[in-house]
């Protein structure tokens, strides 16, 4: 089992910049495939970036420049800098993790990250 907890959302003008961080537990992080999603009301949970254990990184193309997803597998964390955040942008971020082999099914509770105009 993997354990994952988000931190970092909150309320910011578009324009600015924050840090998700996301703390994994339960399992070697290192082994893990990483991504983080996202949710705006009223839509589908949308893929926003991913990092494979070897450290490949993949983006949507919606931010692609402005997001960058790393990992620490010392201390067993994810991270998401989002820079030049836009009110689309807004939505419940979500940590998630998957072995190589499987599909994303361990999730974090989710932080609200608001963007305002």
């Known amino acids: 089992q993997v354990q994952l907890v988000e931190s970092g959302g909150g309320l910011v003008q578009a324009g600015g910049s924050l840090r998700l961080s996301c703390a994994a537990s339960?399992?070697?992080?290192?082994?893990?495939?990483m991504g983080w999603h996202r949710q705006a009301p009223g839509k589908q949970r949308e893929l926003v970036a991913t990092?494979?254990?070897?450290?490949?990184?993949n983006y949507v193309d919606s931010v692609k420049g402005r997001f960058t997803i790393s990992r620490d597998n010392t201390e067993g964390t994810l991270y998401l800098q989002m820079n030049s955040l836009k009110p689309e942008d807004t939505a419940v971020y979500y940590c998630?993790?998957?072995?190589?082999?499987?599909?994303?099914?361990?999730w974090g509770q989710g932080t609200q990250v608001t963007v305002s105009s």
């Open positions: 998630s993790a998957k072995y190589p082999w499987s599909s994303y099914n361990f």
């Open positions: 339960g399992s070697t992080f290192r082994s893990l495939n």
């Open positions: 990092i494979t254990s070897a450290g490949t990184t």
